[in-house]
């Protein structure tokens, strides 16, 4: 994780920041320039989900839609709420 977070770094994608109730603790946050290229990713990704499903009908683009839907929540009960990316050092 260390190295990935390095190399976000270095292109200028992220900050590391300390936080007051962790000393060992660094919270990473997205730069104006990382926000900028995740929306565009982002967007990228959301037309390529579009095309993807295009072929399907309306009602198999919902079975699809609520069984993810379903799956998600699953995730989510079983791993908790999740927290903001941590660094120890």
Do not use: C, N, W
Request: charged share 35%; no cysteine; aromatic share 4%.
């Amino acid at each position: 994780m260390t190295a990935a977070i390095d190399r976000l770094e270095k292109r200028g994608l992220v900050v590391r920041k300390s936080t007051s109730s962790d000393r060992r603790a660094r919270i990473v946050q997205l730069t104006q320039e990382g926000e900028r290229i995740a929306a565009e990713y982002f967007e990228r990704h959301a037309k390529d989900l579009e095309e993807l499903m295009s072929p399907l009908s309306a009602k198999e683009k919902q079975q699809v839609y609520g069984s993810l839907k379903k799956l998600g929540l699953l995730a989510a009960q079983k791993l908790g709420a999740r927290q903001p990316v941590q660094e120890r050092q």
